[in-house]
């Protein structure tokens, strides 16, 4: 008796896609069909404009922590070394 269960599973490689690519091309002409290659010479990385990134809570963060601790915050508390969450938001005054 077949399993019922292998039919309803999503088919991972369908043949249609197998069949569709084509093994002759080279990997260049196969992007440059789905317009994902490009030049070297097109590409202006001194043309374009550095994102800013701000982060204020990040600003606030080290500002309250040289404030309270000194220039040398991090060396002499090693739990603040991986800490994810920030402390001042954590702590009541």
Not at 25 to 34: D, H, I, S, T, W
Not at 45 to 58: A, D, F, H, I
Not at 64 to 90: I, Q, Y
Request: net charge positive; aromatic share 8%.
């Amino acid at each position: 008796m077949p399993k019922a269960k292998g039919k309803t599973r999503r088919q991972k490689f369908g043949s249609r896609i197998r069949h569709a690519r084509d093994r002759a091309a080279a990997v260049r002409q196969k992007l440059a069909e789905m317009e994902l290659a490009i030049r070297a010479l097109e590409v202006d990385l001194e043309g374009r404009p550095q994102e800013l990134v701000q982060k204020p809570y990040l600003v606030d963060y080290v500002r309250c922590m040289v404030e309270n601790h000194g220039e040398d915050w991090k060396a002499d508390r090693p739990e603040l070394w991986f800490s994810s969450a920030p402390l001042w938001r954590t702590r009541k005054p």
